[in-house]
């Protein structure tokens, strides 16, 4: 039997032509294609900067050390998302404070950032997790104008609420466009913002604090010049050959976020009368990207009946994957600053019994009853 997987990319023959150009000009990294993959983002997107990137987790650090964030400052994170964006806090120095999360969104709890704020607070990095976006303008309204509002949309390209798209009302964004993500560039990111001088900052920190790009410098008319550097940069950049790949990626995205909807609203349909199950909530006003479907088991021995369900649909062939991990668990966090799994209790309750199931362009409607049906043998 065919074994169905959590996540396959869907790329086609338009990305295998569109690398085509890069190699045959032998211009590989960041250049024109991923210029037209940032203007077209950025327009997707309601933003007036789009920069691409090596990976989210390289736009989360950049997006951070271009807004000033460093030692002394502390940055929100929730305690239940992907480890790199608390370690994006921890690579400039500053600490992250972490929050839990509402177990029906699996998104930051507000109420719960509030009474984190100190003096000290800088930032929060709101997570649009496994798509469903944050209400950023409460966030807004609630926490005052000093305090920058980041967004860890990684999850979350296309997807948007109350009108405002992913990436577009925060002080600036991260996308990833990771395989398990709903468009791939293999590995790669994109930071978007509003802020001109932010995005000036960024611009030069993704290539070494250069204040001129490597294009402007190789189509210049003087030779002899170096750039000046006088910001402490990272190399960050894209290559061409996934800014033609995300290019083409771009153009399906719509087309994939519906196919996507169209299963969950399939797996809502046919699960939601179990009673073991909570099913992903959706946004009441707005499009969910569904990067990732995510139930949670619920009831008495949740999390053993999960790892059992989880257990049964591996040997049907059907994978599965807790929806991600709670921070203050791994070791690392725990070790820093001794945490306690019940300190973050709906991160943890989380972690112990969230299961994502098979959600992805290339899944088929009888793949899809082969997933509810092995999910609902469970229902004794
Ligand atoms: C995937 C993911 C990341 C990391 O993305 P990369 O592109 O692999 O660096 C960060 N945050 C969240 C919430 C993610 O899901």
Request: with cysteine.
């Amino acid at each position: 039997m065919k074994r169905i997987q959590i996540a396959v990319p869907s790329l086609g023959i338009e990305e295998i032509k569109a690398v085509q150009g890069p190699l045959e000009s032998g211009w590989l990294t960041q250049g024109p294609n991923v210029k037209e993959f940032e203007k077209s983002f950025a327009k997707k997107h309601n933003t007036k900067h789009a920069l691409a990137t090596s990976s989210c987790t390289t736009a989360l650090h950049l997006m951070l050390a271009a807004a000033g964030i460093g030692p002394g400052d502390e940055v929100i994170v929730p305690s239940f998302t992907w480890v790199s964006t608390a370690n994006s806090v921890l690579y400039c120095g500053a600490t992250p404070i972490f929050v839990d999360i509402n177990l029906d969104t699996f998104n930051i709890s507000l109420p719960e950032t509030l009474k984190k704020v100190t003096s000290r607070t800088k930032a929060v990095i709101v997570v649009d997790l496994f798509g469903l976006c944050v209400d950023i303008r409460t966030f807004r309204e609630t926490l005052g104008s000093e305090i920058l509002i980041f967004e860890d949309a990684a999850c979350a390209a296309g997807a948007s609420i109350n009108g405002d798209m992913a990436g577009s009302s925060s002080d600036a964004a991260a996308f990833s466009f990771h395989p398990r993500k709903s468009i791939t560039t293999g590995e790669g990111g994109m930071l978007t913002t509003r802020n001109s001088s932010l995005a000036n900052i960024a611009e030069k920190m993704r290539n070494h604090g250069a204040e001129i790009s490597e294009e402007e410098r190789h189509n210049g008319p003087a030779p002899y010049l170096l750039p000046e550097f006088n910001l402490l940069g990272f190399n960050y950049r894209m290559t061409d050959l996934q800014g033609a790949i995300g290019v083409e990626q771009l153009k399906k995205l719509d087309l994939f976020i519906s196919e996507r909807n169209a299963q969950a609203s399939y797996y809502q349909e046919q699960l939601s009368d179990l009673g073991f199950l909570s099913l992903p909530s959706k946004p009441l006003n707005g499009t969910h990207a569904w990067q990732a479907y995510v139930t949670r088991i619920i009831g008495p021995n949740a999390s053993q009946l999960r790892n059992q369900i989880m257990e049964g649909m591996e040997a049907n062939g059907i994978a599965t994957r807790p929806g991600t991990h709670a921070i203050h668990l791994l070791g690392f966090y725990a070790n820093k600053y001794g945490f306690k799994p019940k300190d973050f209790p709906n991160s943890y309750i989380a972690n112990e019994t969230s299961m994502a199931i098979p959600l992805h362009n290339q899944l088929t409607r009888d793949d899809q009853d082969r997933v509810i049906s092995s999910i609902r043998k469970f229902n004794i």
